[in-house]
Structures are given as structure tokens and as C-alpha cells.
């Protein structure tokens, strides 16, 4: 099945760029979907279609996709974006889902 | 607006099952996907299938598809999960899947799933 990877930790100062990376095998041929979810509460919808924002969600959130990496960039980090970060694709090969093991933002 | 509210906290014994539901409105199910993503304490997220509202087709996670069954009596969709293990205390979240997409933009608010002797 089709693996996603994410570095388990991301830590940035406020103001700055946080950029968290999603590795698979020719991911960037996948549409990427990222999550945002703080503690206690449901995942929500950042980026869909690798780079598109839902209605609400600030133009901060940015998304990339190429190649066996894709990238959500949050820029002008807030202390309100401390949260874990899922990607998540449609594997077509195998009809299944798959969210990578997750990224918790750490604002200093 | 869009709303998908689930049912209560479980405790179950080892060996049984579990039912969680989930009441869907605020949006015309045609076309529509209810999803299930399960969430064990500490750890990430993990999909476990998904059905069609309208049609009742469902797809289910190979992990999961002789122990997960999904029903639906529109509004409401149901999970039930059998052969309960202490691995399956978990949240489990129904999410929305827009018709033609395979990300998910609605969640219901979770319903924790504690499996304890």
C-alpha cells in the first residue's frame, strides 16, 4: 500500500515560515490534502487539491506538490497555528485513503 | 450549514461490538461520501472506509474489512466495528467527501471508543 512520510516535528518561531514536507513515491502524480488538528478537537481542512484553500482558511496556509515531495508552507506563523498537520492522498491503485503519521508545529 | 454530529462515548469488553453513528445536515446528500477515520490515543489518523448515502455502496480498508460494517438510514450513517481489541480504543470521526473529490471537508466532532476488561 502507499506509504506517506512527514518529519515528526516542525518547530518555528512566530513570524517566520513553517514548512512541513509529505514524502511518497511520486506523490506529486496525487492530488494532497493537509489537516490541521489541535488537541481535543476534529481534523480540519487546510489545503485540498495540493494547493486550493477552503473558504475560511487564510491565505497564510500554502500548498506544493512535485515530484516524491509535497509541501505545506505556513507563513507569518501564529501561536494559533501550534497543531499537528496530517497530509492525506487517494492511493487510485488500491481504492484506500492514506494520511501520512503526522507533523506537530511547535511555535516557539 | 453543513453539520455531521455523532453519538457518545462506548465502553466495550474485548470480543464485542461497537455501533457509532453519525447524523448528517445542512447539505444535499446526493452525491456525497461519508467517510470513517479512527484515531487511537497519541497516534494519527487511520481511514477505514467509506459509503454512499444514496446508493449504499461501500468500499471498506482492507485492515479493516472483516470486522467493520457500514450502514445507512439517511440522514444517519452507521459504523459498527466487531471482534473489539484493546487496539481499537480509539476516536472515530465520520467525515464529508464532496461528490468527485477524495479529501475530506466536513468532520463530525468524534465519538471515543474505549475497549477495557
Known amino acids: 500500500s502507499y506509504v506517506l512520510t512527514q518529519p515528526p516535528s516542525v518547530s518555528v518561531a512566530p513570524g517566520q515560515p513553517a514548512r512541513i514536507t509529505c514524502g511518497g513515491n511520486?506523490?506529486?502524480?496525487?492530488?494532497v490534502h493537509w489537516y490541521q488538528q489541535k488537541p481535543g478537537q476534529a481534523p480540519v481542512l487546510v489545503v485540498y487539491?495540493?494547493?486550493d484553500r477552503p473558504s475560511g482558511i487564510p491565505e497564510r496556509f500554502s500548498g506544493s506538490n512535485s515530484g516524491n515531495t509535497a509541501t505545506l508552507t505556513i507563513n507569518r506563523v501564529e501561536a494559533g497555528d501550534e497543531a499537528d498537520y496530517y497530509c492525506?492522498?487517494?492511493?487510485?491503485?488500491?481504492?484506500?485513503?492514506?494520511f501520512g503519521p503526522g507533523t506537530k508545529v511547535t511555535v516557539l | 450549514q453543513v453539520r455531521l454530529v455523532q453519538s457518545g462515548t462506548e465502553v466495550k469488553k474485548p470480543g464485542a461490538s461497537v455501533k457509532v453513528s453519525c447524523t448528517a445536515s445542512?447539505?444535499?446528500?446526493?452525491?456525497?461520501?461519508i467517510h470513517w477515520v479512527r484515531q487511537a490515543p497519541g497516534q494519527g489518523l487511520e481511514w477505514m472506509g467509506w459509503?454512499?448515502?444514496?446508493?449504499?455502496d461501500t468500499v471498506y480498508s482492507q485492515k479493516f474489512k472483516d470486522r467493520v460494517t457500514l450502514t445507512r438510514d439517511t440522514p444517519i450513517t452507521t459504523m459498527e466495528l466487531s471482534r473489539l481489541e484493546s487496539d481499537d480504543t480509539a476516536v472515530y470521526f465520520c467525515?464529508?467527501?464532496?461528490?468527485?473529490?477524495?479529501?475530506?471537508?466536513?468532520w463530525g466532532q468524534g465519538s471515543l471508543v474505549l475497549v477495557s476488561t
Open positions: 492525506q492522498v487517494w492511493d487510485s491503485a488500491s481504492d484506500h485513503h492514506v
Open positions: 487539491d495540493d494547493r
Open positions: 511520486n506523490i506529486g502524480t496525487n492530488s
Open positions: 467525515a464529508l467527501a464532496p461528490p468527485y473529490t477524495h479529501y475530506f471537508n466536513y
Open positions: 445542512g447539505y444535499t446528500f446526493s452525491g456525497y461520501y
Open positions: 459509503i454512499h448515502p444514496s446508493t449504499g
